[in-house]
């Protein structure tokens, strides 16, 4: 199964995409959003919906995913 990540600086976030190989061919892709704060660092995980058909389209949706989640507001600690 073939993983692949990219970390990204975003509006003073880290957004890490990941991609996975998806056994009936195509590849999904999820996130998270990583927040330094005083208290340390907050990680946010989300799932982008659908199947992708190459890796690197998978990581682009996730990243624009993150970016969309940063510029509405990330909810901290939540999951979707």
Same mark, same amino acid.
């Given at each position: 199964?073939?993983?692949?990540? =990219?970390?990204?600086?975003?509006? &003073?976030? #880290? #957004? !890490?995409? %990941? /991609?996975? !190989?998806?056994?009936?061919?195509?590849?999904?892709?999820?996130? =998270?959003? !990583? @927040?330094?704060?005083? /208290?340390? *660092?907050? @990680?946010?995980?989300?799932?982008?919906?659908?199947?992708?058909?190459?890796? !690197?389209?998978?990581? @682009?949706?996730?990243?624009?995913? &993150?970016?969309?989640? #940063?510029?509405?507001? *990330?909810? %901290? &600690?939540?999951? =979707?």
């Amino acid at each position: 199964v073939a993983i692949m990540k =990219s970390r990204q600086g975003y509006e &003073g976030y #880290i #957004i !890490e995409a %990941r /991609s996975l !190989e998806l056994s009936d061919g195509g590849f999904s892709a999820e996130l =998270s959003v !990583e @927040e330094n704060d005083a /208290s340390g *660092v907050t @990680e946010t995980q989300f799932h982008v919906p659908g199947t992708f058909t190459t890796q !690197e389209i998978a990581i @682009e949706a996730a990243i624009q995913a &993150g970016r969309q989640r #940063i510029d509405v507001g *990330v909810e %901290r &600690g939540s999951q =979707s």
